[in-house]
């Protein structure tokens, strides 16, 4: 990788200001990029795929070189996208929460290596299994705390709305395997982050983040949710089948609900690119910054989750620090190369892959010798997709079941229970030589556990049911285990995933345990 210099690195060596874009000019050596032709396939892609609207925004060494918008933000009122128009981010809320959360760090107000559950009230994470002491804020920062798959959204056009916070925390909040013991993607930390910032700020999770994050780094289309007289400046969510979302809330704000443009959120990634821009004031410090990106744990043998980003070796030897979102309405992708001082966002108001795509044609076209040209995707046909998720997901009682994976040390019945918060129900597993597993819940006749499989000491598998809680049977669901083989017990978790539908339903975690009928 090259050297970079970067206009705080200036500054500290006695450069002055007048004199740093001249020097950003020499470093680069180099030609701005020509983008035209990714222009060209954002258009081309948006008529191909029948997408609503597209928003990009491209900075290198401390300057902005390309932001723009296609399409419609908004189609029924023909309101154009640009830059600055505000699109929901979903997932990239993390790494802005956890930008927050270190404004508290450093104000010694929240320590990383202490429980969480230091930081929060009556209502508590459950170790179950396992010690929730040692599911402390650095873990459930990076996803590596034991908390579980986790997501539950609230439409305004429904009669259901959001619970506090503390019931969630009861009722999902438990430990599905022991902290540390492996990285399990999990929106409910994130919702916990949030509520940790309230608790220990004094101030609303949404006030908190744009008193001390977004108006310091001078971010004023980005906020927690859609704030007042924003409405207008705000891309629709539309849906698979191209008509408007209504709007939805969830219940973990600090992992999905901050809106913001492309303009502001490439400032964002330059502020982590260590860049003081005339408009910000710094927040926190190098130090934290550099904290944020340092690996907790791998997620892939080229990837590893720090504190809210996601870390990513390319192949041609591109590191990124990066983040995606994908939601009902939402897709978006936010990269930063710290060892190349660039930043690229691209934000979409549909759960299109088109983002990827344009995304990493963006960083071939800045670095074509270390970022191969991706391959277009095909527009897809919605129904095989539909298809194929629910099979993916959970399985599907209808799947035909061909080939069974030999599973010899899961031979024979277990029994016990799934807790939810109105109470256990007894589950019961039957599973020959072949790898045929039967499930049984509560009451139930037995059925087939469809895709049933052993990888990695886990068995996993779907089944349909009723788990009997009014939070899961707001949708039409499949039961989804995920259980690990720990001598004579498997325990894990049982999650209610909504059924594939033009609406983002709910994933919600329950513990089970079962053991070895002898």
Not at 282 to 294: H, Y
Not at 457 to 484: H, P, W
């Amino acid at each position: 990788m090259r050297a970079t210099v970067t206009r705080r690195g200036l500054l500290r060596l006695g450069i002055p200001l007048a004199v740093v874009s001249l020097a950003a000019a020499d470093v680069r050596g180099q030609a701005a990029p020509d983008f035209s032709s990714v222009r060209d396939e954002i258009r081309r892609a948006l008529v191909a795929w029948d997408q609503p609207s597209m928003a990009v925004a491209v900075a290198r060494d401390g300057e902005v070189v390309w932001e723009e918008g296609f399409g419609w933000a908004d189609r029924e009122r023909r309101i154009p996208a640009t830059e600055h128009t505000m699109y929901s981010l979903a997932s990239i809320s993390k790494p802005i929460t956890a930008t927050g959360l270190m404004v508290l760090v450093e104000r010694a107000l929240v320590d990383l290596d202490a429980p969480a559950n230091d930081f929060l009230g009556p209502a508590q994470i459950d170790g179950r299994a396992w010690d929730a002491a040692r599911a402390t804020v650095r873990r459930v920062a990076s996803h590596t705390a034991g908390l579980p798959l986790h997501y539950q959204f609230f439409y305004e056009d429904e009669p259901y709305r959001r619970p506090h916070m503390d019931e969630t925390i009861r009722r999902y909040a438990n430990l599905v395997t022991a902290p540390d013991e492996r990285w399990n993607y999990s929106n409910l930390g994130y919702g916990i982050l949030d509520y940790i910032i309230e608790r220990v700020s004094g101030q609303s999770y949404s006030d908190f983040m744009r008193d001390e994050v977004f108006r310091p780094l001078g971010l004023t289309r980005t906020s927690v949710g859609i704030g007042p007289g924003l409405e207008d400046f705000t891309a629709t969510r539309y849906a698979t089948d191209e008509s408007p979302i209504p709007f939805y809330d969830f219940d973990h704000p600090g992992g999905s609900a901050v809106f913001s443009s492309a303009h502001d959120l490439v400032r964002f990634g330059m502020f982590h690119l260590g860049h003081d821009l005339s408009e910000q004031r710094r927040i926190i410090s190098d130090a934290s910054i550099e904290a944020m990106r340092q690996p907790v744990r791998n997620t892939s043998p080229t990837d590893a989750y720090g504190i809210g980003w996601s870390l990513r070796d390319l192949p041609g030897g591109l590191r990124l620090q990066r983040h995606g979102g994908g939601m009902g309405g939402v897709r978006t992708e936010l990269a930063i190369a710290p060892e190349e001082n660039a930043a690229v966002v691209v934000l979409s108001n549909s759960a299109t892959p088109l983002t990827g795509y344009i995304s990493g044609l963006i960083w071939h076209t800045l670095f074509p010798d270390a970022v191969p040209k991706p391959t277009r995707p095909e527009v897809p046909d919605p129904h095989r997709l539909a298809r194929e998720g629910i099979l993916e997901e959970a399985g599907d009682d209808a799947a035909p079941l061909l080939d069974f994976t030999p599973m010899p040390d899961l031979a024979g019945e277990w029994v016990g229970e799934v807790d939810t918060h109105l109470g256990p129900h007894r589950l019961a597993l039957a599973i020959d030589d072949g790898g045929r597993v039967h499930v049984q819940l509560g009451d139930d006749l037995w059925t087939l556990l469809n895709n049933a499989r052993f990888e990695g000491e886990y068995l996993r598998g779907g089944f349909r049911g009723d788990i009997g809680t009014e939070d899961a049977n707001r949708t039409d669901y499949v039961l989804s285990l995920e259980l690990k083989l720990r001598g004579d017990l498997l325990n894990g978790s049982m999650t209610a995933i909504t059924l594939p539908n033009v609406r983002l339903g709910n994933a919600l975690t329950h513990w089970v345990e079962l053991r070895r009928r002898r």
